[in-house]
């Protein structure tokens, strides 16, 4: 089982190139979110998607542009790297109103340098 | 305050010791509760959720305290395997979704 996959694992930007990271998800749920997790701080939600067609800011979102392209698809895009943002992104989707739990990526690896 | 805390150890114990963890919360509204496991440079992972009247999975037993808005886990006969990051996760309905905070983790390390 799949659950949830991102893409890339490992990622080296310059300051100031553009990326994408990928998330998917085969559990159908209708929420899915993106975190970053950097050393001392815990896991800091940077956007979510509450269903399809729908985005919010969380704690961090500046810097960052989502889009929630079909239910399975979100993805975090960061338009001008800045060193600030090397960190791990993980995806994960689940949780919703009904409490449910959210399952995790395995990560995405990014220094921006 | 923050919203969820947690006490960031490391505790550090031998192999078949029992240990607790604690970790409060802030919002008296919230509505489900985890507790995730995080291994070095994985990904966290559902360890158990976290049930009113308390539930137990072999030798994990998550506690709720409602009244005083804190959640225990404790692991008993603990195993070398059982190190990692321990993460408290507390959701709650927000204006416009669903909110989870988590907890910056409690650093375990069992050793021989």
């Known amino acids: 089982n799949a659950g949830v996959t991102q893409t890339p694992k490992f990622q080296v930007l310059k300051t100031g190139q553009s990326m994408t990271l990928q998330c998917a998800q085969d559990m159908n749920h209708n929420s899915m979110y993106w975190y970053r997790q950097d050393p001392g701080m815990g896991l800091r939600l940077i956007y979510y998607?509450?269903?399809?067609?729908?985005?919010d800011k969380g704690e961090v979102p500046n810097g960052y542009n989502v889009s929630r392209l079909n239910k399975r698809e979100f993805s975090l895009r960061l338009e001008s790297a800045a060193p600030s943002q090397t960190s791990v992104y993980f995806c994960?989707?689940?949780?919703?109103?009904?409490?449910?739990?959210?399952?995790f990526g395995e990560g995405s690896w990014l220094t921006v340098v | 305050r923050k919203e969820v805390e947690q006490d960031p150890g490391p505790f550090n114990v031998p192999e078949g010791a029992t240990v607790a963890f604690n970790c409060t919360y802030s919002n008296s509204a919230s509505q489900s509760f985890f507790w995730y496991r995080q291994d070095c440079r994985k990904e966290p992972k559902l360890l158990m959720s976290v049930y009113s009247s308390g539930n137990e999975d072999g030798r994990f037993t998550a506690q709720l305290n409602r009244a005083s808005q804190y959640i225990s886990l404790l692991i008993r006969d603990s195993k070398l395997s059982d190190s990692a990051t321990y993460l408290c996760v507390v959701a709650s309905i927000a204006n416009s979704g669903y909110a989870l905070n988590f907890g910056k983790g409690t650093s375990l390390l069992v050793t021989p």
């Open positions: 994960a989707s689940g949780g919703g109103f009904s409490g449910n739990t959210i399952y």
């Open positions: 998607s509450a269903s399809e067609g729908t985005t």
